[in-house]
């Protein structure tokens, strides 16, 4: 059974900085394409970042670029979204997915295993 627990949400102040981890569990980590979504209030769930299995390619997010770093450790089946500069419309349920693929995508439909996520506040 796939398992994929977020952690490192909370309230934090305009300008300042979080980084949200995934550890996986119950998937061939190596071999998973990993990604970032997050969900705000009345809104859909939206792309943030995503990371190939080697972690050589990456994609963001328009609105996150230049801010938001994600990594991963295929040793410690960890994914990480560093996220820096936030501000107040990052505010939102971060969600870490899995695809079980080669090729990385921004579409939610190509994510097969979600965690439960974890809530960012971002005051002004």
């Known amino acids: 059974q796939v398992q994929l627990v977020e952690s490192g949400g909370g309230l934090v102040q305009a300008g300042d900085s979080l980084r949200l981890s995934c550890a996986a569990s119950g998937l061939t980590f190596s071999q998973s394409v990993m990604a970032w979504f997050r969900q705000a209030p009345g809104k859909e769930r939206e792309f943030a970042a995503a990371?190939?299995?080697?972690?050589?390619?990456?994609l963001y997010a328009d609105s996150v670029k230049g801010r938001f770093t994600i990594s991963r450790d295929n040793a410690k089946n960890l994914v990480v979204l560093q996220m820096n500069s936030l501000k107040t419309e990052d505010t939102a349920v971060y969600y870490c997915?899995?695809?079980?693929?080669?090729?990385?995508?921004?579409?939610?439909?190509?994510?097969?295993?979600w965690g439960q996520g974890t809530q960012v506040t971002v005051s002004s």
């Open positions: 997915a899995a695809a079980p693929t080669l090729l990385i995508s921004r579409s939610s439909s190509a994510y097969e295993s």
């Open positions: 990371i190939s299995r080697s972690g050589k390619n990456i």
